[in-house]
């Protein structure tokens, strides 16, 4: 039961951040980032917010340090919006699953090109 309700808070998380990122960030390093997944811990503790960014390495690292500074006004934000008796601590990371998923698609390409 706990979670479906973890899954409930991390979609409410992930549609008030993006907002959050839309409207009310103003750190010209937080550019071209979508929200694609917000983990909750079942106890809703945790809560691990997966995004991607546009750009290189060097602006992936950019924006994930903006955004891990930012983190206190976000969680602030977050409690406001979502109404939990406790807001989730939130950390950062980089989703990988859409270079995980270029890189397949490149090398099945490659093979399907090898074959022909």
Do not use: C, W
Request: hydrophobic share 35%.
């Amino acid at each position: 039961m706990s979670n479906v309700r973890a899954d409930r808070v991390g979609e409410q998380i992930k549609k008030e951040l993006a907002d959050l990122l839309a409207r009310e960030i103003k750190d010209p390093r937080v550019q071209f980032v979508t929200v694609t997944g917000v983990d909750v811990t079942g106890d809703l503790q945790q809560a691990k917010v997966f995004v991607t960014v546009l750009g290189d390495e060097e602006d992936r690292e950019k924006t994930l340090q903006a955004l891990q500074k930012a983190r206190g006004f976000i969680r602030s934000e977050i409690g406001n919006r979502v109404h939990l008796r406790k807001t989730p601590e939130i950390s950062f990371a980089f989703d990988e699953s859409i270079d995980y998923g270029n890189r397949i698609e490149r090398l099945l390409r490659e093979l399907n090109e090898e074959e022909k």
